[in-house]
């Protein structure tokens, strides 16, 4: 089955990077385009951007463009989304969700989530 | 940028039907999709394509578009239904995603 597991909770200074790592299995994982979605505590869901695991071809939504690179290991099936720069107002829940339907498709899994949490 | 308007809650007793909508100026040439968001989980896909609705889910929930505008109904209320929900579409060219603000069902 298809399962999406990514690390664990971070907490960081403003200023700082954090990354976080998405694991696939159960399907073929160059075949789906991976995206990345943030929640802030009690707001919406907000898209960071996507990855091609098989060619690395990345768009980033335009608010984190300059902050955000997603990278994909093919041999480890694992994507990555590092954001530096951080300020309290990247404190979030980050998931990692497959697409169907080619680049702006939709998500049928998601990861457990990665709660980040920056704080001096 | 592109966005998707959403009420932000919708009351319903039991067994009656809520409506969401959701607005948007490229919802005429970009499907919709609704996921639904329990507190501390992951979303989870109710509708996609406008109206398809993947294997598991009840036939409560249904999905329909009228021009700019696409609405998630779900029939007979549960307790069980109370949750967030979030449309999805992309843009123009289909290469950025967007979702809406989110509605907060709340069963009475």
Same mark, same amino acid.
């Given at each position: 089955q298809v399962q999406l597991v990514q690390s664990g909770a971070e907490v960081r200074k403003p200023g700082a990077s954090v990354k976080v790592s998405c694991k696939a299995? #159960?399907?073929?994982?160059?075949?789906?385009? %991976?995206?990345?979605?943030?929640?802030?505590? #009690?707001?919406?869901?907000?898209?960071?951007? %996507?990855?091609n695991p098989s060619g690395s071809s990345t768009t980033y939504a335009q608010k984190l463009q300059g902050r955000v690179t997603m990278t994909s290991d093919t041999s480890t099936d694992t994507v990555y989304m590092e954001l530096s720069s951080l300020s309290s107002?990247?404190?979030?829940?980050?998931?990692?969700?497959?697409?169907l339907d080619g680049q702006g498709g939709y998500f049928d899994y998601w990861g457990q989530g990665t709660l980040v949490t920056v704080s001096s | 940028s592109y966005e998707l308007t959403q009420p932000p809650s919708v009351s319903v007793s039991p067994g009656q039907t809520?409506?969401?909508?959701?607005?948007?100026?490229?919802?005429?040439?970009?499907?919709?999709?609704?996921?639904?968001?329990?507190p501390?989980?992951?979303?989870?896909?109710?509708?996609?394509?406008?109206?398809?609705?993947?294997?598991?889910?009840?036939?409560?929930?249904?999905?329909?578009?009228?021009?700019?505008?696409?609405?998630?109904?779900?029939?007979?209320?549960?307790?069980?239904?109370?949750?967030?929900?979030f449309c999805q579409s992309a843009d123009s060219i289909h290469t950025h995603v967007v979702f809406g603000g989110g509605t907060k069902v709340t069963v009475l």
């Open positions: 299995s #159960g399907y073929t994982f160059t075949s789906n385009y %991976m995206h990345w979605v943030r929640q802030a505590p #009690g707001q919406g869901l907000e898209w960071m951007g %996507m990855i107002e990247d404190t979030a829940v980050y998931y990692c969700a497959r697409a | 809520a409506r969401i909508t959701c607005s948007g100026d490229e919802l005429p040439k970009q499907y919709a999709y609704w996921y639904q968001q329990k501390g989980q992951a979303p989870m896909l109710v509708i996609y394509k406008d109206t398809e609705r993947p294997s598991g889910i009840p036939d409560r929930f249904s999905g329909s578009s009228s021009g700019t505008t696409v609405t998630l109904t779900i029939s007979g209320v549960q307790a069980e239904d109370e949750a967030d929900y």
